[in-house]
Every structure is written in C-alpha cells, then in structure tokens.
C-alpha cells in the first residue's frame, strides 16, 4: 500500500503562522489586558484604538494583536517594518494617510520593531500622529522608554504583554493538535509531559513552542495516518535533556539557590554541578554571572576583595563570548568563591544603614560635611567646621559625619575571616583613636549655636 505524507495537503506556511489567532477568542495569555470587560478588549470591541505601544519578549502575541485589530478596525490598516523600511517609505505613506485624512478616512499603522526605527525615522511620525493622520501601534521588544523617543511615547499609550505561562503554552499545543490549521487530520500520539516539556522549553515563546512541536510531528514514527513522538525525538528537536526547568519558575530558584548555598558552605563540587545543571538546562550564562557577582559581596566581601574582580571578570568573559565556552569561567569563578574566606558583614552593614534610612529620611546632613559652592551657603555655615583629613598627620580626624540623632551608631563590624581581619585592626585603631581625640560636649553645642 503506498504511503503518503501527512503534509502533503498541508499549506506550505510554518505551523505557527497556520494558527495564528483570528479573534480575540482564540487568542492565549495577556488576560490583564484582554480578559473580558478589560480595557484593551474594549477599545478593540469597540474600534476606539488609539495610538499605542505593545512592549513584551518574543513570542507572545504583539503582531497577532495588531492583525486582530486590524481586522476589527475600519480604518485602513498597513503593515510596516522596521527592518526593510527607510524614510522615504515612511514619507510616502504619511503623504497618503494625510490625503485620507481629509477625506474621513482614518490610517492605522503598525509597526513591527519599532525600536529599530532611528530617531530620525520615528521623529518622521510625530507630526502625522499628532494631526490625527495615523493612528500609530509599535510593537518592540525592547525597553520604549529607551528606545522610542519620548515626545513619540508621550503620544502612544504603553501596553506591557507579559511572558506566556507554561499553561497557556500547553494550551496552544494542545489545540494545535486538534485545530484542522494544525495537526486536526492526523491522530498524534504524544505524551502530555512531553508537551510540558515544550512548553517549559519555549520560555513563554508561543512561535518557539509551536515550531518546536511541528519539528516534532515532522520528524515522528509515521504509521498511516498516525505519528507517534517518542522522549528521543523531542530531545533531538530540542537538542537538550528532557528534565528542562522554567526558567521563571520554582525550578529556576531552587536551582540558584543550590548553587549559592553550595559556594556559602564551601562545597566547589556541589557549586558546580548546580552550575552544570543551569547551563546544561539553557540558562542565561549572564543571568547566572550576576548572581555570582552578587555573591563576591554579599557572602565573602573583604574577607577577599579579590573575589568581586573574579566574579567581575567571569562576567565579562560570559558576555564577550557566551556560551558553551564560557562555561569554563563562570566554574573559576564559582569553585574561586567556594573556596574563599566568607564574610556577610557588608550584606549586614548595609540592611542596618537601610533600616535608619527609610525610618529616618528627614535626617539633615550635617553642615559641616555639606558643599558651600555659593555665596548664600557660605553665610549659612554649610562647610563650616569641616576638617580636611589629608591636612593632618595621621590621616583622621575627629570630625562626627553622621546626624547626631545617630552619632555612635555602628553599621559595618568586620570578622577576622581571610583579609577582613585587617580591616577589623585598622577599624579598632581609627576608632581608639578618635575616642582618644573625641570633641568636647560644650565645644560640639557651641559649634551647633553658631548661625
């Protein structure tokens, strides 16, 4: 009996462009601004689209939306990209959009990747969106605070579409093997862990799931009209292990909790394996690279100062060349931490400054510790009584730099680990000393009533 493709009948167009949502209904995720009686559903419902902004990651529905839309507005609506697009483009269609202006008809205009767009080129849009002539929808990927200029911004409302969850990811593939557009004609056999695994794969990326689940499909055990996907087909179309974790969830935090308590307690073969297990797994190097960087204060500090330049270092080398090569730094880096003297008194010092901070935020900065760049500051004592501690012999002085409702008050108190043990000695020294020299009680009040 002779065989047939089961994409012999099927459009020529990626699974993810097959299925992408008609309607609001069939559209996944962004229930904040979508669900029902939400406020970008209504004004889609309602065709009183104004100029806006969609700002979110690959994958979740920016382009899809402005189809929708497009296909409930009644404006003329055109499709522009940012990457292909110049300004002599851009001109030609704002010269268009204002002729239909003067005839009632309204101009949407979406453009993809707007932050792409120089400043030359979004300026080109200012004036058009200001009289009316376009209604403009950006959609970027990138931060449009920093990337789109702000007197455009001013004009557009922000939309921030969030980061598919892993159950709307199974969801969409879920439907895809049903929806006659996907795989509705077939019958595939696929375990439901293995369209998490997908879906946890995808980081939230619809378009990477679905072309995921079609290289699957593609690629499966064809018996007639059914295809069954087997875990070593999925591993080879992902080409990473099956065990895959979220990167937004639990797994994703208990695994960098691992690899911190691991270097806190001294253990470099534990704080390895959970760095294998990150990187292995698909983490951002860079990610983790921060969180090493992190830990060189908050866990060693001056016990070994030497150990930030290390996470430092391993951080640039993790940018500059990525993965997998960088790897081998970022395991200097975290067998260097594990083995270094510990210290939290930084991490401690500073959450004992930061409590006094936020109880006590109308504390004035002494004026002797002030700036007097004007005149009227001169005549105000701000500077007055200020020592210059290069100006003495032992580098010191027994000038009091905090406010007197927190004079005495201790934030930082080294350990004798490693390095921080000087520190502590010179510490014990400086404040020997200044006891020794401290300021008379009646000379400090006098200074105080000097006007």
Known sequence: ME?????????????????????????????????KGKVLRRLIETDQISSMIFWGPPGVGKTTLARIIAGHTKSNFIDFSAVTSGIKEIRAVMQQAEKDRQYGRRTMLFVDEIHRFNKAQQDAFLPFVE????????????????????????????????????????????????DPRGFGSLHVSIPPNMLEIIAAFSNGDARSALSTLEMAVLNGDTEGDCVHISEQTLEECTSRKSLLYDKQGEEHYNLISALHKSMRNSDPDAAVYWLARMLEAGEDPLYIARRVTRFASEDVGLADPHALDTAISAYQACHFIGMPECSVHLTQAVVYLSLAPKSNSLYVAYGRARKDALSMLDEPVPLQIRNAPT?????????????????????????????????????????????????????????????KHEQPVEEKDNAKDIK
């Not at 007197?151 to 159950?167: D, G, N, T, Y």
């Open 375 to 435: 005149k009227l500051m001169k005549e105000l004592d701000y500077g007055k009584g200020y020592q210059y501690a290069h100006n003495t012999e032992e580098k010191l002085t027994n000038m009091h730099c905090l406010p007197d409702s927190l004079a005495g008050r201790t934030y930082y108190v080294p350990t004798e680990q490693g390095l921080e043990a000087r520190c502590k000695q010179r510490l014990e020294a400086i404040k020997a000393w200044k006891k």
């Open 131 to 178: 009289k009316g002539s376009i209604i403009l929808i950006g959609a970027t990927t990138e931060n449009p605070s920093f990337e789109v200029n702000g007197a455009l911004l001013s004009r557009c409302k922000v939309f921030v579409l969030h980061q598919l969850s892993e159950k709307d990811v199974k969801a969409l593939l879920e439907r895809a093997l049903q």
């Open 3 to 35: 065989q047939h493709s089961f994409f012999d009948n099927e459009s020529s167009q990626p699974l993810a462009a097959r299925l992408r949502p008609r309607s609001l209904d069939e559209f996944f995720g962004q229930e904040h601004l979508l669900g």
